[in-house]
C-alpha cells in the first residue's frame, strides 16, 4: 500500500543489481533518470501502478463496508 499517499517508483540498478524504490506525491516521475542508493550509478524509474491501484481497492472496499453500516 502507499505511504503517506505517495506513489512508488521502482527501479533495478544495471551496475550493482540493487532493486530501489523512489516515492513521489505525482506521477510524473516514470521514465525519469535517478540515483541507485546502493551504488550511485544512474537508474531509471519505472511507476509501480499495481501499488495504486491496491491502497484504492483497499479504499473504495473501505467506504463500502462504511456505507453498509450506515
Do not use: Q
Not at 505525482?26 to 531509471?44: F, N, P, R, Y
Not at 519505472?46 to 473501505?62: H, I, P, R, S
Amino acid at each position: 500500500m502507499a505511504r503517506s499517499g505517495k506513489l512508488l517508483y521502482v527501479y533495478e540498478c544495471a551496475g550493482c543489481g540493487y532493486r530501489g524504490e523512489e516515492r513521489f506525491d505525482v506521477e510524473s516521475h516514470d521514465g525519469e533518470i535517478s540515483t541507485c542508493h546502493a551504488c550511485g550509478a544512474a537508474v531509471m524509474l519505472e511507476w509501480d501502478a499495481g501499488v495504486t491501484m491496491e491502497a484504492a481497492a483497499k479504499k473504495l472496499a473501505a467506504e463500502t463496508i462504511a456505507r453498509a453500516r450506515k
